[in-house]
């Protein structure tokens, strides 16, 4: 993988979208030579529309991120990738004509937007296509050499048979004599040269997945693996990297004090993410309100009761505020006090199934956001009765609140819904990498991936 922004990025996507994007600008500019062609028109050549034509890549592939082309769904499957491809060329072709109109300069012509388009929906199936036929499945993975053979080797393993993953195992070490968990691992004993090893099974990185580091680790072996360029990884730090969320299992406080993280130097993104929150929610308060207002006369007709809720939450540092939402469920739903919410909640309400799914419940948050109390990306806020439990139950709960809450988060777009101490743990996981790892790219990523949660109904309940 390669990091950016402290963000990590699989080296698949990566080049399938560098790839992709010569592919949009190459779309772009055959479409209006082409047309040129039809009217008969003197070619300007590249360099005359190379400008329009990288604002049409631009423009295609960040719906394509919005709509997970780049996911791990369509990475295994070219039906997948390109159902979701139909939707990112509609809804890029849809934005370019609306800026048309309000521009309504020629940098785009409807005819040229029109072959772009077509060109743009069959392009990266095709790339995909001769990529895996050209590179083969497993070009692209990284070969990692495991030192440990118990549970956390096995951990790996699980990890590696997966079809997104970004590597492959070239080998197990046992460093102890204890009886393995991985079958075909080898003994350290049976090693003479530990560094030779490593180049020898064209290792690109070494994993310590020791159960037990004491009198264990390797410090002159791995001192000499590391010299030789070999990447060298501690499990928790390469399970984060890899899955896109902090392992609870194996998180101790020294790695969160002495891992890269938690930044100093976030001031300044912070600034600029209020900003932000500041400019959007005014904007998304003024275009919303009159859809606001139709749902909540339409919530006061559909049950007793009044159309809006207020419900306290817990913010930041652990400060509590009053979260506003349309009301989505009976008035008397908390009756017998607070409760998690169940798949087909008898307590929603007909109209409420289709505003929690739709999100349209939501948007009266966008005041909260605008009063500085959430942002627009951040861990969701939880009930102050359930966050008291839950900071027993749970290790390390407290620090998800040392960043605003927000609307849509890292957790939202990768963990579907779920209402349990379970699920709160797997949740954690994901809000724990966005605290440790926020930069405004992760939260462009967010906000773009929000989008296909939305479309596709993912995590709704």
């Avoid at 360099?47 to 423009?59: D, I, M, N, P, R």
């Amino acid at each position: 993988m390669i990091r950016l922004f402290k963000h990590y990025v699989p080296y698949p996507v990566l080049l399938l979208g560098l790839i992709d994007f010569v592919l949009m600008t190459g779309a772009s500019l055959a479409a209006w030579h082409l047309r040129e062609r039809q009217i008969g028109m003197a070619s300007e050549g590249i360099a005359g529309h190379l400008w329009s034509s990288l604002g049409f890549a631009v423009t295609m592939q960040t719906a394509m991120v919005a709509v997970g082309v780049y996911g791990p769904e369509a990475l295994r499957s070219l039906r997948y990738a390109g159902a979701r491809q139909l939707v990112a060329v509609s809804l890029a072709a849809i934005g370019l004509s609306f800026l048309d109109f309000l521009v309504g300069s020629q940098a785009l012509w409807r005819s040229t937007l029109a072959y772009a388009s077509v060109l743009a929906l069959f392009l990266p199936t095709i790339s995909r296509l001769l990529m895996g036929k050209v590179l083969g499945a497993e070009a692209l993975r990284r070969r990692i050499l495991v030192l440990g053979a118990g549970r956390r080797a096995d951990r790996l393993r699980e990890l590696s048979e997966r079809e997104e993953s970004g590597f492959l195992i070239a080998g197990y070490i046992a460093m102890t004599h204890t009886a393995p968990v991985v079958e075909n691992a080898v003994q350290r004993s049976a090693i003479a040269n530990l560094p030779q090893h490593v180049v020898s099974v064209q290792a690109s990185e070494v994993v310590l997945a020791l159960e037990e580091r004491r009198n264990s680790l390797p410090l002159a072996d791995l001192l000499r693996i590391k010299t030789t360029g070999v990447h060298v990884n501690d499990f928790s730090s390469f399970l984060e990297r890899e899955t896109g969320r902090v392992d609870l299992d194996t998180l101790n406080p020294s790695w969160l004090i002495f891992s890269d993280g938690f930044s100093s130097g976030r001031a300044i993104s912070s600034a600029a993410k209020r900003v932000f929150d500041i400019a959007a929610s005014s904007l998304l308060l003024i275009i919303s309100l009159p859809l606001i207002v139709v749902f909540a006369l339409a919530v006061k007709l559909d049950s007793k009761g009044p159309a809006f809720f207020r419900q306290r939450r817990v913010g930041l540092y652990g400060e509590c505020f009053d979260v506003i939402k349309l009301r989505s469920m009976r008035s008397d739903a908390e009756a017998n006090g607070a409760q998690w919410a169940q798949a087909d909640d008898p307590r929603v309400t007909r109209l409420g199934r289709f505003i929690r799914k739709t999100r349209i419940d939501e948007l009266p948050q966008t005041w909260s956001v605008l009063r500085g109390e959430m942002s627009f990306v951040g861990p969701r806020p939880e009930r102050p009765e359930f966050v008291t439990d839950l900071e027993k139950q749970l290790p390390y709960y407290a620090e998800r609140h040392m960043v605003k809450p927000g609307i849509t988060g890292w957790a939202q777009i990768n963990y579907p819904y779920g209402a349990s101490t379970e699920d709160s743990r797997h949740k954690l996981e994901y809000d724990l990498y966005y605290a440790k790892n926020y930069t405004p790219f992760l939260d462009l990523l967010i906000l773009l991936q929000t989008l296909r949660v939305v479309l596709w109904r993912e995590g709704a309940r």
